[in-house]
Each structure stands twice: as structure tokens, then as C-alpha cells.
């Protein structure tokens, strides 16, 4: 995301306005600079839920929090600029069209890109007799070259660029995955498949150290060396090049993959159902490497798809005595080279791990927190306060960093929950940055019952801040939306912004599998109402409430149900 920025010569700027307005003193003078008179423009309706803006005077200076100098816009119709200008009393023109400026001296400007033959934006303010002229270069997206369709731009306007060739590896190479040091040395270090190549694909599948799979091509895409796999002889995938073992790639040809040239045998044994207290283990007997896999989730099922084995009995099984959680197991017909296991559970799943023990599979399925009192739901419970960033982070007008923003909600949060009878986890509690694969492993280590990341949101170029703002809240697996849901209910209501939803998106900190875990992006910073709210404690609490009261009515559901 964005950092603020000074533009370095805004003080040289202003100076040179101010000398060229001092009487001449022979034939050689500069003309002077003649300002245009400014009108203020005037600011949207304010929001009744924020506090007011602050009343900020100070000194006339132009500082643009974004975009950076000579950056390349993604767009060329119209996007946004922010920054501020030091002082809550000023007008501002950018390319003359008249901006809006807050009490604290920030603006947030909607405009045309500038066109290709005046790559820049012109910010000319007043305030009294004061005046400040910047002019901030940037680039400009090429137009579409219409004449070559595989030049043609995305939805971005960024240029498409053109597949990668696929080079096949020839005959059968079977490698294994997992390179050292690829991920964390955990239950939580997996290769990650997707169904295509590119960083924008979904994360799929979640393969343990050591599966051998079929390699049959490469192809580089977004910047990163990916190889094409097959799961087994109907499914394709594609793993990153890096995670393939070091034996399997050639010492005289690093481009080549060498490997086995018959496919691994992996047959599957009597599959056993053990209960336990929190958990209830499904194991699954593998001869040979571990399997591929995938796992999918309905309402009341958990689904394991295993690829690439044989010989898988038919089971149909379930836990004795009767468990009230865990209803019961079946696999479908097995196919040539894989089989389903349909784990029946009485209500909806809350948790899980894939492990690979001794062997087998082990599938371990986690039992939803014993609620005893639905007014005091939390109690008792172990809950992961994650606040979001560093590393990145968006920042607002006035140089809020979200990073710094949320710290103080995540320390609200973790008052609120400690009052309740909670043990709270934090997985920072300073400026230090954490790495975004260690947040959800921290909350699995200290088996926390939820997860909870908190942000704040920023716009890519080309969307309306001041029509599309508002309150959103993600999740990665279907079984953390009743938490998301309950969780944006509780920030429509505190936060009093627009709703954006409780959507789906790929992240890093959200893939957790052992519990609930959801990310809220609670409030815009880059937009200047919203910025200065979140530098006000009562809009701190207030965010905090809503994650805190989403919580509660999330684990109450759960005490309500037989």
C-alpha cells in the first residue's frame, strides 16, 4: 500500500512564488506569479457515527500522500489524490478543479487523470494571504494498441501481457515437494497448488512435505518460475518452481527436473474413526508417499478428497457411543486413482488439521468450544488478536499508518476481551514486523477458539473513494462466516459506514484451518473523516466494540444449539 510523501520541493516551491512576488528592481525582474483567486470546495455531508474533524491552523504547505512522484497510474480516466496542506482554512485547486478540504488541513481529490501530453497534477492553495504552488509528475498507462490483441488492456488498463510458453518436461518425471526452508518446518509447512499459474490464483490445495507428483511442463507468470503438475491422472495443478525438492532438479541443467519414472504406489488401509475429547481423528492408512489432497465444506460435511491411490475400501462408519458432534463417515465408490471421504457432522464444522503421522493421514476434526453461559459467551475461551501490517500497510492523508492505527484497536480489543474472562493472544504488540504466514500459526499453537485480524482499507486506482467506502469483513474457509457476519453486523452499527460486505478473498493471515478466522477492515484511512476518526480514542473503542460484540454473538449461536 501507500506511504506519505513529501514532495521535496514543495519549500522550493514556495519560496520561488513568494520571491517572484517582491517588487522588481530593474528590467531583468520576474514578472510575478498572479494566483487565481480560490474558492473552497465544499465537503461531503458529514458522517453522524464520526467525530468531528479537528480544527488544525498551521503553516501552507502541500504534501501529497498519494500517488508518489512519477508513479505509473493504473488507469486514465480518473482517480484519486490525497495528501494535505497543513492547515484546515485553505482552498485548493488540482489541475483546476477545486478539491475539498477538511478542518485538519486534509484533502481527498476525485479527478480526471491528466492526459499523456501533461503527465502531472498541478496543486495551487491559499489561506489568507498565503499561497503554495507543487506540480507532481507522474505516468500515464499506454493507450490500448487495438491493431494486436494480445496487447489489448485488463480491467486495470494494465497490458495483458502474452502467455508464457509451457515447456513440457518430457516422459514421466515424478518430483517430490517441500523444499527446505520453504515455509515453516510445522504442521503448517505445505506446498500451496493452484489451479493456474500467476499470484493471482486461488490457493487451492495444501500439500504436505514430500508428496510426489507428476511434473509436465513450466512456464514463468507474474514474475515467479511455476511448474505444471498432475495430481493424479484427471486433476492438473501448479506449484511454485521453488518448492521442488533439490534432488529433483538437475545439478549440470537447472532448468531440467529430473525424478522417478513410475508414478508412486499409495494404497489405502482400513480407515479408523478415534474420538477425543476435543477433536475427532480420522485416519486414513497410506502405504508409500503422502497423497494430494483437497478439502471442501458444506453446512454440516467436511469433504477429503485424496488423489493418486488405490486399493480404497468402502467405509461407511460411525463414532460410538453416538457423538453428538460427529455424526458419521463414508467414502464414495472408488475411482481409478482417488476416493472421497464425506465426514457427516450434526452441526456446522468449526475447525480441522491435515496431518501426516506414521504413515497416514490423519484428519483431525475440531469440536466446537463448550458455551456454558450465552450471556457470557467468551468466557474461558483463548482468542487471537492479530493487528495488521507491518510489513506494509496503507497510510491516510496526514501520515496515519494503518499499522499504527490498528495497534491501538487490537490493545482496546484485547482490554475488552480480558475483561470478559478472556485469555487474549497477540501477535504483536510493537511496530516489529510479523510475518503474515506466522499470525495464523501463532493462534494454532496457542489453540485459540477465533481469530481476528484488524485492518483498515485503501482503494487500488481507479475506484470512487467517496462512493465506495466503507465497512468489510473477509474470510478465506467457509466454516469462519457465521464469525464474519456476525462480526460486519457489529461494525455497520458501530463504525456507521457503508456496508461492503463479508466476502471471500485470498489471504494469507485468514487460511488458518483449526479455527474461525476472519480479517475486518473496519474504516478507510486514505479517507480524511475516517483518518481523523481513527486518531480518536472513542473511534478506537468503538471498532474495538464491534469486533468484541461479533465475537460474543458468534459463540453465544453456539450455546444455543442442542
Not at 500522500?65 to 508513479?71: D, F, G, I, S, V
Not at 483437497?294 to 467405509?315: H, N
Not at 493471515?509 to 473523516?529: C, H, K, Y
Amino acid at each position: 500500500m501507500m506511504n506519505a510523501w513529501t514532495y521535496r520541493g514543495f519549500a522550493c516551491c514556495v519560496a520561488v512564488a513568494s520571491a517572484s512576488c517582491a517588487p522588481a528592481r530593474g528590467p531583468s525582474a520576474p514578472a510575478p506569479v498572479v494566483v487565481p483567486p480560490l474558492v473552497p470546495a465544499p465537503l461531503p455531508s458529514p458522517n453522524p457515527k464520526l467525530p468531528p474533524v479537528p480544527e488544525v491552523r498551521g503553516p501552507l504547505v502541500i504534501s501529497v500522500a498519494y500517488p508518489k512522484p512519477e508513479q505509473l497510474l493504473t488507469v486514465r480516466d480518473s482517480n484519486f489524490i490525497f495528501g494535505t496542506v497543513g492547515t484546515g482554512d485553505a482552498a485548493l485547486r488540482i489541475n483546476g478543479v477545486a478539491v475539498p478540504v477538511w478542518p485538519d488541513g486534509a484533502f481527498m481529490g476525485w479527478l480526471p487523470v491528466p492526459p499523456d501530453s501533461a503527465p502531472r497534477y498541478e496543486l495551487m492553495a491559499r489561506s489568507g494571504t498565503a499561497s503554495a504552488r507543487i506540480v507532481l509528475p507522474i505516468r500515464v498507462p499506454p493507450l490500448p494498441d487495438t491493431t494486436h490483441r494480445e496487447k489489448l488492456l485488463g480491467d486495470t488498463l494494465q497490458p495483458v501481457p502474452s502467455p508464457d510458453t509451457l515447456l513440457p518436461v518430457p516422459g514421466n518425471v515424478f518430483v517430490s515437494l517441500g523444499a527446505p526452508g520453504s515455509a515453516v518446518d510445522d504442521t503448517d509447512r505445505v506446498t500451496i497448488a493452484r489451479p493456474g499459474p500467476g499470484n493471482g490464483q486461488e490457493y487451492k490445495w495444501f500439500l504436505f512435505p514430500g508428496t510426489v507428483v507428476k511434473a509436465t511442463g513450466s512456464m514463468k507468470a507474474s514474475g515467479d518460475d511455476f511448474v505444471h503438475v498432475q495430481l493424479d491422472s484427471i486433476q492438473d495443478a501448479w506449484v511454485l518452481r521453488s518448492e521442488i525438492q533439490a534432488q529433483n532438479i538437475s545439478a549440470t541443467a537447472p532448468a531440467t527436473l529430473i525424478g522417478d519414472t513410475a508414478a508412486p504406489v499409495r494404497r489405502i488401509g482400513a480407515v479408523r474413526v478415534v474420538p477425543g475429547p476435543d477433536w475427532i481423528d480420522v485416519v486414513v492408512p497410506v502405504t508409500g508417499p503422502p497423497p494430494p489432497y483437497l478439502v471442501e465444506e458444506t453446512d454440516r460435511t467436511i469433504s477429503l478428497l485424496l488423489y493418486g491411490v488405490t486399493g480404497a475400501p468402502v467405509v461407511s462408519m460411525m463414532a460410538e457411543p453416538n457423538d453428538p458432534y460427529f455424526n458419521s463417515i463414508s467414502s464414495s465408490t472408488p475411482e481409478q486413482s482417488r476416493v472421497r471421504y464425506t465426514i457427516n457432522l450434526n452441526r456446522a464444522p468449526y475447525g480441522y488439521l491435515a496431518l501426516w503421522q506414521n504413515g497416514a493421514l490423519t484428519f483431525r476434526v475440531r469440536r466446537p468450544p463448550r458455551i456454558a453461559d450465552a450471556a457470557a459467551p467468551l468466557r474461558g475461551l483463548t482468542i487471537t488478536v492479530d493487528p495488521g501490517h507491518p510489513p506494509a500497510g496503507a497510510t491516510g492523508p496526514t501520515g496515519l499508518y494503518e499499522g499504527d492505527a490498528v495497534l491501538q484497536v487490537g490493545f482496546k480489543v484485547r482490554d475488552l476481551l480480558a475483561q470478559r474472562g478472556v485469555n487474549v493472544v497477540m501477535t504483536r504488540i510493537g511496530p516489529e514486523p510479523v510475518d503474515l504466514g506466522l499470525r495464523p500459526i501463532i493462534s494454532r499453537r496457542a489453540n485459540a477458539s477465533a481469530f481476528v485480524s484488524i485492518h483498515l482499507n485503501a482503494f487500488p486506482d481507479g475506484v470512487n473513494p467517496f462512493v465506495n467506502n466503507g465497512s468489510l469483513t473477509l474470510y478465506f474457509w467457509p466454516h469462519s462466516i457465521p464469525l464474519g457476519m456476525a462480526t460486519q453486523a457489529a461494525l455497520l452499527t458501530e463504525l456507521g459506514l457503508r456496508d461492503n460486505g463479508t466476502k471471500f478473498q485470498n489471504l494469507a493471515v485468514a487460511r488458518g484451518t483449526w479455527m474461525p478466522s476472519i480479517l475486518t477492515e473496519g474504516a478507510f484511512v486514505i479517507m480524511p473523516d475516517q483518518e481523523a476518526a481513527l486518531r480518536n480514542q472513542t473511534y478506537q473503542e468503538a471498532y474495538a466494540t464491534a469486533i468484541v460484540r461479533g465475537l460474543e454473538t458468534y459463540f453465544a449461536s453456539l450455546a444455543q444449539k442442542p
